[in-house]
T-cell receptor, first 117, second 115 residues
Framework: KAGVTQTPRYLIKTRGQQVTLSCSPISGHRSVSWYQQTPGQGLQFLFEYFSETQRNKGNFPGRFSGRQFSNSRSEMNVSTLELGDSALYLC????????????????FGPGTRLLVL | DQQVKQNSPSLSVQEGRISILNCDYTNSMFDYFLWYKKYPAEGPTFLISISSIKDKNEDGRFTVFLNKSAKHLSLHIVPSQPGDSAVYFCAASGYYGGSQGNLIFGKGTKLSVKP
């Protein structure tokens, strides 16, 4: 099976712009989670989508949003970019066959490196 | 407040010896724990996991031990190889209050295995 793919891999934007990142989960996986990794804060949970619905959201401002499509592909959007949004954005997928429960391994993509100037 | 802590930012081990990476957690609702390995500019790679109903899980050179009473888990790598050099993250999850898909990560331990 192909792994989790993320596009683009690298992105440079300027403050005030918006950005959309894309994630394709492992085939058959229905849950997609997004994380932000920065040197200071480590890996932090942004949100999780299952069957096109956001089930859980981390402690990030409303400028961070996402969605999931019927084929389980997901996008995240960051509006009004700030310098502090520079980070590695990681997408992870899990099968969540039962639709609930947490004991499912999440598999990560390579990430999108975003630099805000 | 950090719910998952990896108190050693770095660890250096000789090739062939055992590497022991430690992780402590505070939330008693966590019931699933995972270890990931990460190289710079790449996504974390899943290594091994353990459910709270077990105290040990083994996969090849990797063994994870869980001590629920101490809220402590450890990853043992035996024997250590230079290719194991990477940052290792401990992560935890629990099914509580709509927490699906939410992994809580430690800050990571950088392992260096010297030939």
């Amino acid at each position: 099976k192909a792994g989790v793919t993320q596009t683009p891999r690298y992105l440079i934007k300027t403050r005030g712009q918006q950005v959309t990142l894309s994630c394709s989960p492992i085939s058959g996986h229905r849950s997609v989670s997004w994380y932000q990794q920065t040197p200071g804060q480590g890996l932090q949970f942004l949100f999780e989508y299952f069957s096109e619905t956001q089930r859980n959201k981390g402690n990030f401002p409303g400028r961070f949003s996402g969605r999931q499509f019927s084929n389980s592909r997901s996008e995240m959007n960051v509006s009004t970019l700030e310098l502090g949004d520079s980070a590695l954005y990681l997408c992870a997928s899990s099968s969540q066959l039962a639709g609930g429960g947490n004991q499912e391994t999440q598999y990560f993509g390579p990430g999108t490196r975003l630099l805000v100037l | 407040d950090q719910q998952v802590k990896q108190n050693s930012p770095s660890l250096s081990v000789q090739e062939g010896r055992i590497s022991i990476l430690n992780c402590d957690y505070t939330n008693s609702m966590f019931d699933y724990f995972l270890w990931y390995k990460k190289y710079p500019a790449e996504g974390p790679t899943f290594l091994i996991s353990i459910s709270s109903i077990k105290d040990k899980n083994e996969d090849g050179r990797f063994t994870v031990f869980l001590n629920k009473s101490a809220k402590h888990l450890s990853l043992h790598i035996v024997p250590s190889q230079p290719g194991d050099s990477a940052v290792y993250f401990c992560a935890a999850s629990g099914y509580y209050g709509g927490s699906q898909g939410n992994l809580i990560f430690g800050k990571g331990t950088k392992l260096s295995v010297k030939p």
